[in-house]
């Protein structure tokens, strides 16, 4: 049996050879290395995701291909490096994705605010917490005046206020924000999705450290259940979510279980 993992392997192998006719067009280059680095990225294969992404834009910005292609292309990159906690080349990426969707899609779309919401997380994981949550209290107003309760970046500016208020410190707040971001992800999104995933382990996290273990176990225990049935044994999330499961078991002094 022949997994994704070899196929992407091999065409990555291909691609980089330099006899290869593509290599004569550049864009559509660019548009096979933007689709394997999507999948290396849902795989959880991170680094090599990136290796692709970055050869794809340097081919973009060479040639001038299609706007659209390209904010997809900011898109991927961004979150690739933000997985990696690579902030520095990140925050460019997200400024250029920010501006570009204004352009193409209009200030108040769904794609401007679900971008502008990663800028301020940015903002959250880099140490300037007030201002993402001044950012994320406006996509949040924007958003459900636009769009709704039901949309994604509604339910993303709400999950990423708890996190804003989980960083500050003000762990009610948190609370409030991630339980409200799991009834509306799980609702409207699914319990498989990514809002869905993050919330469940934000809400671990926040009970752990209010020594609420028997809670955050229920929410951990959760999380790990559907990143092994979605994700696989050995994607970064599922192993994420084993981590969350073995911490709560020491807090309770069940030893054996956490090894």
């Not at 394997?36 to 834009?57: F, M, N, R, T």
């Not at 108040?108 to 880099?126: F, H, I, P, Q």
């Not at 208020?165 to 948190?174: M, R, W």
């Amino acid at each position: 049996v022949i997994t994704v993992r070899e196929v992407l392997d091999k065409a990555s192998k291909n691609l980089d050879d330099e006899k290869n006719t593509l290599k004569q067009q550049p864009l559509i280059e660019a548009d096979l290395r933007t689709t394997i680095g999507d999948i290396y990225q849902l795989l959880g294969l991170i680094p090599l995701s990136i290796v692709h992404l970055e050869k794809a834009l340097a081919l973009h910005k060479t040639h001038k291909g299609d706007e659209h292609k390209y904010y997809k292309l900011l898109r991927a990159l961004s979150n690739s490096y933000n997985r990696t906690d690579q902030f520095d080349k990140q925050l460019p990426m997200l400024e250029e994705a920010v501006e570009l969707s204004k352009k193409l899609y209009g200030e108040n779309s769904s794609r401007t605010l679900g971008m502008m919401s990663n800028l301020a997380g940015l903002y959250n994981d880099t140490g300037k917490s007030q201002q993402a949550l001044e950012l994320h209290h406006y996509i949040y107003a924007k958003a459900q005046s636009e769009l709704g309760d039901k949309e994604l970046v509604t339910i993303l500016a709400i999950t990423s206020l708890g996190a804003d208020y989980h960083t500050l410190g003000d762990y009610v707040q948190a609370e409030h924000f991630y339980r409200l971001g799991l009834k509306l992800s799980t609702a409207s999104l699914g319990a498989k999705h990514g809002l869905t995933r993050y919330n469940l382990s934000r809400l671990s996290g926040l009970l752990e450290a209010l020594g609420q273990y028997s809670a955050a176990k229920e929410f951990s225990s959760q999380f790990l259940t559907i990143t092994t049935e979605t994700l696989g044994e050995k994607h970064q999330d599922t192993i994420e979510a084993k981590y969350l499961v073995a911490n709560l078991y020491m807090a309770e002094g069940q030893l054996e279980q956490a090894e």
